[in-house]
């Protein structure tokens, strides 16, 4: 097989995804589908293998035909237990365009939430329009406020990386 036909998967309806906690085999296909967004920091590949074994509870993939097409990785913040740190959300080319996006974050939301994780944070560079509207779609489909705030500047990285604004998103009533 020629690596094109290995990451080849076919467009599947909605109903034919399931979710599920990484398990570290998925570490590699996390890794090549961040790779192949060409949108997101990429992390060493050692780095997703350690997302799938040691943030199970607050990262999900989803699976079509058991091949894994999109991942969420997250993090429950030590000084804030209440609040999932989203890291990244990736799918697969294939699948772009048909809300798997906003499911998995739904899908982990009603995870975390049974451990009692009830506010979620995220990065998002100024001009990553996608990010901008998939959280924003999410705080507004649960009924939740959605706040942004300037968190790194250009000057904070080593590398030329652009701003990245914090975006909260919690309950209406949780102020």
């Given at each position: 097989?020629?690596?094109?036909?290995?990451?080849?998967?076919?467009?599947?309806?909605?109903?034919?995804?399931?979710?599920?906690?990484?398990?570290?085999?998925?570490?590699?296909?996390?890794?090549?589908?961040?790779?192949?967004?060409?949108?997101?920091?990429?992390?060493?590949?050692?780095?997703?293998?350690?997302?799938?074994?040691?943030?199970?509870?607050?990262?999900?993939?989803?699976?079509?035909?058991?091949?894994?097409?999109?991942?969420?990785?997250?993090?429950?913040?030590?000084?804030?237990?209440?609040?999932?740190?989203?890291?990244?959300?990736?799918?697969?080319?294939?699948?772009?365009?048909?809300?798997?996006?906003?499911?998995?974050?739904?899908?982990?939301?009603?995870?975390?939430?049974?451990?009692?994780?009830?506010?979620?944070?995220?990065?998002?560079?100024?001009?990553?329009?996608?990010?901008?509207?998939?959280?924003?779609?999410?705080?507004?489909?649960?009924?939740?406020?959605?706040?942004?705030?300037?968190?790194?500047?250009?000057?904070?990285?080593?590398?030329?990386?652009?701003?990245?604004?914090?975006?909260?998103?919690?309950p209406q009533n949780a102020s």
């Amino acid at each position: 097989m020629t690596p094109s036909q290995l990451r080849v998967t076919p467009t599947t309806a909605p109903d034919a995804v399931e979710f599920r906690k990484p398990q570290i085999s998925d570490g590699v296909r996390l890794w090549e589908i961040a790779k192949d967004t060409d949108v997101l920091d990429l992390n060493s590949s050692y780095s997703y293998l350690l997302w799938c074994r040691d943030f199970q509870d607050t990262s999900i993939v989803a699976t079509v035909d058991d091949r894994v097409v999109g991942f969420v990785t997250g993090y429950v913040r030590p000084e804030v237990p209440a609040t999932l740190f989203v890291w990244q959300v990736a799918v697969d080319e294939d699948q772009r365009g048909r809300g798997l996006a906003g499911r998995m974050l739904s899908n982990l939301l009603d995870h975390v939430a049974l451990q009692g994780v009830w506010q979620l944070e995220t990065t998002i560079s100024p001009d990553n329009a996608a990010s901008i509207a998939l959280f924003t779609s999410v705080a507004h489909r649960r009924g939740c406020a959605i706040e942004r705030q300037e968190l790194f500047s250009p000057n904070d990285f080593p590398d030329g990386h652009e701003a990245e604004d914090l975006y909260t998103i919690s309950p209406q009533n949780a102020s």
